[in-house]
């Protein structure tokens, strides 16, 4: 396991950009898959993108097109790139991680991931 941390939330209207930062610890950065999944109020986390370490990319069908996730191994960080925001696109949004690589299917399973950060609050207004 790893310790992740979050940055980069915050207050946003509605079609504004973000860009979520998720550092990690440890030398193993490079053969993580990393994901970023979110929460929303009276809701279950719901996976929204990750990245392998081969540089295979998924997204949620919500998200394609406005999000892109990418990742600099150099520095232990995976970015959250999203534009265009919508009000739904408000929860909290974790970073998760995993030695290994994950099919799409299972990359889009948060029990799939053994490290989780503590989030970042994302609050999107009209």
């Known amino acids: 396991q790893v310790q992740l941390v979050e940055s980069g939330g915050g207050l946003v209207q509605a079609g504004g950009s973000l860009r979520l930062s998720c550092a990690a610890s440890g030398r193993t950065f490079s053969l993580r898959t990393m994901g970023w999944f979110r929460q929303a109020p009276g809701k279950e986390r719901e996976f929204v993108s990750a990245?392998?370490?081969?540089?295979?990319?998924y997204y949620a069908d919500s998200v394609k097109g406005r999000f892109t996730i990418s990742r600099d191994n150099a520095k232990n960080t995976v970015y959250l790139q999203m534009n265009n925001l919508k009000l739904e696109d408000t929860a909290v949004y974790y970073c998760?991680?995993?030695?290994?690589?994950?099919?799409?299917?299972?990359?889009?399973?948060?029990?799939?991931?053994?490290?989780w950060g503590q989030g970042t609050q994302v609050t999107v207004s009209s």
């Open positions: 990245i392998s370490w081969n540089w295979s990319t």
């Open positions: 998760a991680a995993v030695e290994r690589l994950l099919a799409p299917a299972q990359a889009m399973s948060r029990a799939r991931y053994d490290s």
